[in-house]
Structure formats: C-alpha cells, structure tokens
C-alpha cells in the first residue's frame, strides 16, 4: 500500500536558518503530494500540493518539488520564523483503489527559537 | 467563505457508549473525509463520502461508521466505545477530490 516517511523530528533552529524536512513516498501510479502543518490544538492548514512530476510547490517561503525519480518531496525554506514553529506533515493523495484517501508520514516538530 | 466546522470541540465518554461527531464543509463542497489521529498512530484514514455515497475507507473496526446527508454535512459514529479510541477526529473537505481543508477536530476522551 501507500506509504509517506519523513524525517522525525524534533527539528531546532535559530531564526533565520535554513530549513530542511526530508520525505519519501511509495504509492503506486501518479499519486499527488502535500505538506500540511498543524499549530498547537488546531487542525491541519494546507501548506503547499504539486500534482505531478516536477512540479514545484510553494507558499509562504516554503517550497517542495515533486521527483518522482527519487519518490522525493522534501519541503525547504530559506530563513525560518518563530512563527513557523509547529508540526510538519507530508502527504500522499492515492491514485486507484487509494482514492480519496490521504496518507500521511508521521509529523516533524518545528521549533524556532528567536 | 466559512471552513470547516466540527461539533463539539471536546468529549467525554465512558467505556462502552457510544458517540457521534458532526461535520459541516465549506460551502459547496461536496466531498467529506474522516481521519483520526493519536500520538501512537500518526494520522490514519477512516471514510470519504461524496454526494451521500462512502467511496473508500479505512482498516478500522466496523464499530466506526459515518454517513453523509444531502446537503454534505457528515456524521461520524463510533460504538461500543475503547479506550485506544481516544483520539483528536478531524475532517477535511473538499470540491475538488484533491486539495483537502481540514476542521480543527474533535478531541474525544475516553475513560
């Protein structure tokens, strides 16, 4: 089945540093892709989705690009924020019997510290 | 527009009830999803429901079930409640089958 691993955290950093989250997929056909990210005791807000081969997703400073070679959609940004401190969640959306249905990696906690 | 509503925010129960959880999508939307998420378990995926109609779901136990009513809000039910079925529920919309907006979720506690 389809499966989403990314790297665990936790993840500190100082203001400004360069942010790396790595995640891998295994899905079979033409999956899309997705990072989320969840505040404390909020739900999960959208961040950013590419929908096929090489494509480049960004929002807010944070980008990902789909490489199917390497099954790849590592998430960056160049100088991070106190306020980008939460949980990171990569994310499959199947194709064929997986349909519809969201498969996420297991979160990376983000700390900024100022 | 509004987005996802969920009712109630917070829950209590008892070991052995049973409880019901609602969904309200954003406006026009017609597809709803259910996935719980525990600290053990991560995120894990429950139903999706399109026009009334369940078109996948998840490996849970047959005491979860969910429906969908015509104007798209949702309700999940779980019987016979455990204490592993205490979780954070969330629900997402969405129009087009791809891009998902999630709820703030439905912390239920189950003693």
């Known amino acids: 089945g389809d499966s989403v691993t990314q790297m665990e955290g936790p993840v500190t950093l100082s203001e400004e540093a360069f942010l790396t989250i790595n995640c891998t997929y295994t899905?079979?056909?033409?999956?899309?892709l997705f990072w989320y990210v969840q505040y404390p005791g909020e739900g999960l807000q959208l961040l950013l989705k590419?929908?096929?081969?090489?494509d480049k997703g960004s929002n807010k400073g944070f980008e990902a690009t789909y490489r199917k070679e390497t099954t790849s959609f590592h998430l960056e940004k160049g100088s991070v924020q106190v306020s980008d401190s939460a949980v990171y969640f990569c994310?499959?959306?199947?194709?064929?019997?997986?349909?519809?249905?969201?498969?996420f990696g297991k979160g990376t906690l983000l700390t900024v510290n100022p | 527009k509004a987005g996802v509503t969920q009712t109630p925010r917070y829950l209590i129960k008892t070991r052995g009830q049973q409880v019901t959880l609602s969904c309200s999508p954003i406006?026009?939307?017609?597809?709803v999803s259910w996935y719980q998420q525990t600290p053990g378990q991560g995120l894990q995926f429950l139903f999706e429901?399109?026009?009334?109609?369940?078109?996948n779901k998840g490996n849970f136990p047959g005491r979860f079930s969910g429906r969908q009513f015509s104007n798209s809000r949702s309700e999940m039910n779980v019987s016979t409640l455990e204490l592993g079925d205490s979780a954070l529920y969330l629900c997402?919309?969405?129009?087009?089958?791809?891009?998902?907006?999630f709820g703030p979720g439905t912390r239920l506690t189950v003693t």
């Open positions: 997402a919309s969405s129009d087009s089958g791809v891009e998902q907006y």
């Open positions: 899905a079979t056909g033409y999956p899309s």
């Open positions: 590419a929908t096929k081969a090489d």
């Open positions: 994310a499959l959306l199947g194709s064929g019997g997986s349909n519809y249905k969201l498969t």
């Open positions: 406006s026009g939307h017609r597809s």
């Open positions: 429901y399109f026009s009334e109609t369940q078109r």
